[in-house]
C-alpha cells in the first residue's frame, strides 16, 4: 500500500477545497488535494450561468470561469492533486485511505485534514413524493450535469418542484433550449431562491410559479407522463378536491441541499441541526486537526461565500499546525453559539473565549421570511450585539463580522444566543428592561 | 421441440423452479416479460423468511412455509446470497391478543417451527429489541424467522440456474400459447417456443397465461403494498417487528434489510390495476402510522424512498401448485406472502408433479453445479486485499458509488454475470450503485456511461429498466435544431 | 392555481419591474409621460438605473454551450462578453447551438465575434483541453 505523509491534506477541489488549498500553500504549508471526479473545479464547473464573482473579482463571470481562476493559480503554485480518487475512510488520527485506479489503495497521513466535499440535493424519497416511480425524475443538479456538461437533454417538456436557484436557473436554460417548463411548483408561500432568478429566470419566460402547491402523484409507468399538484394548507397537508393535472416527460427537483456528511460522520466529528459538522469559530470540527469550509459545513448560496470560507479554513489549518502547542490551552473555554428566535442554524457552533476581541464570522439562516427586524446577539437578556435589517427571507444567508469588547462579555460566559426579531418587539424588551 | 420445459416467469418462482430443474437431464428456458428478471412482486417485496407459524392450517402455504424455512440453510450455502436468521417478532400491545400468540405458539411448535417462546418480561423484550415500543405487553420470538434481499436471492437462483444450462429470454412477453402434438408452441413478441412441457410461473399474469394455453381458469387479484425506506445508520433494528395480523395480511411491519437500513410496511391494497405500483399519500400516510405503533422513533426525516409492491392473490387465498387437464402445462401461481419462504418447497411440489403426475423420468445431469460464487464485494476485503484487487484490475479502484462504495469492478461484474445487468435499476438491484441516500443522484451518469461502454450501445439509449425508460432523449442543441436536421450524430454521441 | 409571474399587461408607457439589484425584490414602477421617464419606488440609486434600463432596454448575459471536437468533454460552456437585447436572445442561443468548435480551447477565446452583428463577441467560459 503506498503512503503518504502531507501538511494538510483537502477532501474536494470544488470551489471549497481549491480556495482552501490555495491558501493554506500560500502560508507555506505541504498540501495535497484529493478529487473523485476527473478534473478540477467541482459542481462550479456544471453552473454556466454568470453571477459569479461579484464580491472575490468585483466583476460578474460564469460559474466555469470563476472556478477556472482557481484551478488555473493551484497549477500556478504547484499544490499537487489526485483525481479520480475516492476517499473511502478518514480516522480520528487523520489517516486517510482513498483508492484511484492508477495507485490502488492510499493511506496519507496528515496533521490537518480540510473537509470539502460539497453538498447534495434532496431526492424524491427524502420528501416522500408519491405515485410511479418511471424514468424522467431528475434532481436539477443531476440534469444540469447532463445538459452542461454532457451535451444531452433529459426530456421536452418540464415541470420544477421547488423554487430553488438550480432549478430556476436550469427552467431558463431548458428555455432558451426549446424545451417547455410547464410550472415551477413550490410547496411554500414564497421563493426559495433568490428573486433576481425568479425574474430573470422565471417571470422574463412567462413560466408560471404556483406557490402553496406540491406534487401529489408522478403518472407513467416507464417514463413520466404527466404529475398531479394539489395545493397544500399551512401544515403542508393537500387540500382535498384542489387537484390538477399537468402533462410533461420530466420532473426535476430543486427541494434544497444537504451537506455531504458521509466522510464527516466516518471521521466521528460531531453533526449539528444543519447536517454540517460542529465547528468552532477556527472551522475546526469536533475532531482536532479536521476543519470544514463550503457546502460540506453549510450550504451557501454565493461561491464567492464558499471561496471566503475556505480562505479561513486554508489559514486556520496553517495556524493549526504552525502552533500546534498553543491550542489545548485555547480550545478549554468553549462559548456555545445557540440559534434562538426566527434562526434556523448558525455557524460556527462554538467560539473560543480567548477569540472574542479577534474579528469573528457569523453565518445564519432565518426560518421564516420577515421585514424590519432586528439582528441580536444575547449572553442571557443582555444584548451584545445588534444590527437593523429591512428584509430577511431563508434563501439569503446572512453574515455577521463583529469582534467583542474583552468588557462586553462576562468571564464565565457559556453560551451566546443569536435571535432574529421583529424590531417592534425589542421595543417592547427595551421598556420592560 | 426446442425445449423440454419453458418457465413462463423470472420471478423468483420461475427462478427457483428453473434451477431446482437445472439439476435434471432437461432442455429448458425461461421467457420474462421485463428487461430483467426479479422485476414483479419479487422486487417489490418485505424480504423476509417467516418461522411458518402464521399461516391458518387449512392453508397448504402453511406446510410449504414451514418446509421451506428449512431449505434455505442448504440453498445459502450453496448459492451466496444475502440472508441472516435474525429472528422475527409478532408484538402483542393488549392483553387480549396474548391469547392468539398463545395459539400461533403451540400450533407452530406442533407443527415443526423451532423455538416458538413467548416474552412477557418487560426488561427482556427491551433487551431484545430497545426499538420497540414500551406499550409491547408481550411478543412471540421465531428464531428461524430471517431477512434476505429477494432479488438478490433470486438472481443467484437465476445465475445458477444459467450456469446449469437454463437458457433466459428477457423481453419476451408471451402473447400466445397453442397445444401442439405432444407439447406447447408459445408464442413472444420476437419468436416463437416449443416444448413439452410448460410451466406457469407469471406472477400477476399467471391467470391470463393460464387461459391463453386454456388450461384451469382461476383468478389473480392484485394486492398492493407501500412501503418506505430509511436511511442507512439513522435507526437499527435487531429483529423483524410485526403487529398481531389483520384478516388481509399480516400487517405493516418495521424490518431491518440485509443491508442494514430500515423500511416499514406494507399495507394492502386491493386494486383493479395489475400494474399499478403508484404509492399514494394515504397508502404511505397508513404504514407511517402503522409503523410508529411498533417504533415510535422512526427517523421520519431519513426517509430515502418510497415504493410499492403487488402480490397475486389467488381466489383459492392459497398456492395453485398443480397439472392442468392441459396435459404438460403446470401452474406455479398465487404465491403470495409466504411465497418466498416456500420457493424451494413449491419447487420441489414442481418436481413432483412432473414425477408423479407427467410421468417424467428425471435423470440427475452428471455436470450439474450446485454452487454459485458469491460476487465480490469491496465492502468485504481488507485493505490489503482491496490494494491487491486494484493492481490486478484497476476498476477496483474507481468509486462509481459513493453511498454504498461500489467500485467499477462490481457494476461490470454485474453486467457480465450470467443472466447479468442491461439496465440501470438492473445493476442497482444487483450491486446496490445508486441504492444509498443520494438514490444514483451522483452515480447515474456514470452508471449510464459503463452500461454503454459494456453493452456497446449508444448513451442515450441506456435505460431505467428497459423499453420506454429512456432517460435522455436528445442531444443538446435547440430542439428545433435537432428536430429539423435530425442528424444528432455530433460529437456528443458517445 | 395563483400564477404570480404575470407578464404586467400595462402599455408600453408604464411597467412595474421588480427589482433584482437585492434580496429586497422593490416593486419600482416606471412610466413615460409625455416622453419624460418617471420612476418611483425604487429603494436606491442602483435600482433606479435598474429599472430605467430594464424599461427603455432591457438586456441580458446569454450563457449556453457549444458542441466541440476533439474535446475533453463534448460540449463547451461559452456566453456573450457583454449583455444583448433581450428580444434577440432565442436567435443568439440558436445561432451557439449550431455551430461546432475544435478544441484546444482556454477561457476567454473568441468563439463567435461579432455575433448577429451585435458588437459582440462570444467567449468560453473555460478551458477545454483536446481528448487524450
Known sequence: MKSLDVDIAVIGAGSAGLGAAIEAKKQGMDVLILERNDELGGITLQCIHNGFGLKIFKEEITGPEYIQRFIDEVKELKIPYKLDTMVIEITEDKEIYAVNKKEGLLKIKAKAIILAMGCREKTRGAINIPGFRPAGVYTAGQAQRFVNIEGYLPGKTYVILGSGDIGMIMARRLTWLGCEVKAVVEIKSYVSGLIRNQVQCLEDYNIPLILNHTITKIHGKDRVEGITISSVDQNWDQIVGSDEYIECDSILLSVGLLPENELTTKAGAELSTNGGPVVDNYLETTIDGIFACGNVLQVHDLVDNVSAEAKRAGENAAIYIKERSNKEQIKKDLIKIVPGINVGYVKPDYVNFSNLENLLHFHLRVKEPDRDVIIVIKEVNKIVYQRVRSFVIPSEMIEIRTKFKSEVISPNCRELKIEVLPVSLLEVIDEVE | MDYDVIIIGGGVTGCCIARTLSRYDLKICLLEKEADIASGTTKGNSGVVHAGYAADRKYKKREFCIRGNKLFDQAYKELNFPFKRIGTLVVALEERQIKDLVYKRNYGTEDGVPGLEIIIDKNRIKQIEPQLTDKAIAVLHAPSGGIISPYEFTFALAENANMNGVEFFREHEVIGINKIVAGFEVKTKPRKFTSRIVINAAGLYSAEISRMAGADTFEIYPRRGEYILFDKNSIHLNKVLFPMPTRLSKGILVSPTIHGHVFIGPNADNILDIEDVSTTIRGLKEILSGGLKLVPNLPLNAAIRNFAGLRAVSNTMDFIIEATEMVGFVNAAGILSPGLTAIFAIAEEVVRILVEDLGEELKEKENYNSYRPKPEHLSDFTKMKLNQKIKENPAWGRIICRCETIPEAEIVNAIHSPVGATTVDGIKFRCRAGMGRCQGGFCKPRVMEILSRELNIPYKEVTKRGKGSHYLINNVLCIELTEDKKESKGVTEK | ?132
Open chain 3, 1 to 132: 392555481m395563483s400564477e404570480s409571474s404575470k407578464e404586467d399587461k400595462m402599455s408600453e408607457d408604464k411597467k412595474v419591474i421588480r427589482c433584482t439589484v437585492c434580496p429586497t425584490g422593490c416593486e419600482i414602477t416606471v412610466e413615460n409621460v409625455d416622453g419624460e421617464v418617471k420612476i418611483r419606488g425604487f429603494g436606491c440609486k442602483r435600482g433606479e438605473e435598474y429599472a430605467k434600463e430594464e424599461f427603455s432596454a432591457p438586456q441580458r448575459i446569454i450563457t449556453a454551450t457549444m458542441r466541440v471536437e476533439n474535446g475533453f468533454l463534448p460540449i463547451i460552456p461559452v456566453r456573450t462578453e457583454n449583455p444583448i437585447p433581450k428580444e434577440s436572445v432565442f436567435d443568439i442561443i440558436r445561432e451557439i447551438s449550431s455551430i461546432k468548435v475544435k478544441a484546444p480551447i482556454k477561457v476567454g477565446d473568441i468563439l463567435i465575434k461579432n455575433i448577429h452583428d451585435l458588437g459582440i463577441n462570444v467567449i468560453a467560459s473555460r478551458d477545454m483541453p483536446i481528448k487524450t
